[in-house]
């Protein structure tokens, strides 16, 4: 089991910076497991969309909408995601939720996906509004 928590939300006025935190926890073996992390979310009436991904390695991914404005990182050491956010719009405004998979075969890790099912572990959301 994996538990990650997520941190860092707020309000801010367009054009600002927040930087979101996950910290995932767990049994040694299950977090060793982590092979892929991301970020999502989902603004009101809509679904819940892939933003951002690390895998073991380090290799990102964005989505397109975030792109030069985003940057997702890792610290392996303190089992710590981050989300830094820069020039934030009002259509960020969103519930950001911090995914986890992970992986315990002997073989290569899978690819790291940005879709809801590649991740089996979520946290609870933490809410970012961008006001114009």
């Known amino acids: 089991q994996v538990h990650v928590v997520e941190s860092g939300g707020g309000s801010v006025q367009s054009g600002g910076s927040l930087r979101l935190s996950c910290a995932a926890s767990?049994?040694?073996?299950?977090?060793?497991?982590?092979?892929?992390m991301a970020w999502f979310r989902q603004a009101p009436g809509k679904e819940r969309e892939g933003v951002a991904t690390i895998d073991r390695g380090g290799t990102t991914t964005y989505a397109d909408s975030v792109k030069g404005r985003f940057t997702i990182s890792q610290d392996n050491a303190k089992s710590t995601l981050y989300l830094q956010m820069y020039s934030l719009k009002p259509e960020d405004t969103a519930m950001y939720y911090c995914?986890?998979?992970?992986?315990?075969?002997?073989?290569?890790?899978?690819?790291?996906?940005?879709?809801?099912?590649?991740?089996?572990?979520w946290g609870q959301g933490t809410q970012v509004t961008v006001s114009s």
């Open positions: 767990g049994y040694t073996y299950s977090i060793y497991s982590i092979y892929c």
């Open positions: 995914a986890a998979a992970t992986y315990s075969g002997s073989g290569r890790d899978p690819a790291c996906g940005r879709e809801t099912w590649d991740f089996g572990y």
